[in-house]
C-alpha cells in the first residue's frame, strides 16, 4: 500500500488549497481513505474520511469549510480546504485502513509522507 499526497503550500488566512492523495498497492473501493493533521505540540486530529462503504465524516474543526472527495475507484483521494485559518497549519497526512474507518488515528496501518500547509494571518 502506498499513499503519495501533493498540494500543500502556504496561503493567507481566509484562502483555499486542494489536497491529493494518490493511493496504489489494493483493491480501493472497500478500504477507508482519511486526512489527519498534525501540528507542533498538538495531538494528531482526523479532519475528514471516506469510509469503507462511502459514507463521508468530518471533524468538528473543519465543518462546513473542508470537503473531502475521491475519484470513483479511490485511486485519488481529494481534500478541499476553503476559509482556511492559521490554526489549520499543520501537516496533512493521507492514511488508509481496510473496511471500516478506525476508531482512533492511531489505529490507522497506512501513512503517507505528509504534505505541510501553512496559513498565516
Known amino acids: 500500500v502506498q499513499l503519495a499526497e501533493s498540494g500543500g503550500g502556504s496561503v493567507q488566512a481566509g484562502g483555499s488549497l486542494r489536497l491529493s492523495c494518490t493511493a496504489s498497492?489494493?483493491?480501493?473501493?472497500?478500504?477507508?481513505l482519511a486526512w489527519i493533521r498534525q501540528s507542533p505540540g498538538k495531538e494528531r486530529e482526523e479532519v475528514a474520511r471516506?469510509?469503507?462503504?462511502?459514507?463521508?465524516g468530518y471533524g468538528d474543526s473543519v465543518k462546513g469549510r473542508f470537503t473531502v472527495s475521491a475519484d470513483n475507484d479511490k485511486k485519488t483521494l481529494y481534500l478541499q480546504m476553503n476559509n482556511l485559518k492559521p490554526e489549520d497549519t499543520a501537516m496533512y497526512y493521507c492514511?488508509?485502513?481496510?473496511?471500516?474507518?478506525?476508531?482512533?488515528?492511531?489505529?490507522?496501518?497506512?501513512w503517507g509522507q505528509g504534505t505541510q500547509v501553512t496559513v498565516s494571518a
Open positions: 492514511v488508509s485502513e481496510y473496511g471500516t474507518c478506525p476508531s482512533w488515528v492511531d489505529e490507522y496501518d497506512y
Open positions: 498497492g489494493f483493491a480501493h473501493s472497500r478500504w477507508c
Open positions: 471516506i469510509d469503507g462503504d462511502g459514507s463521508i
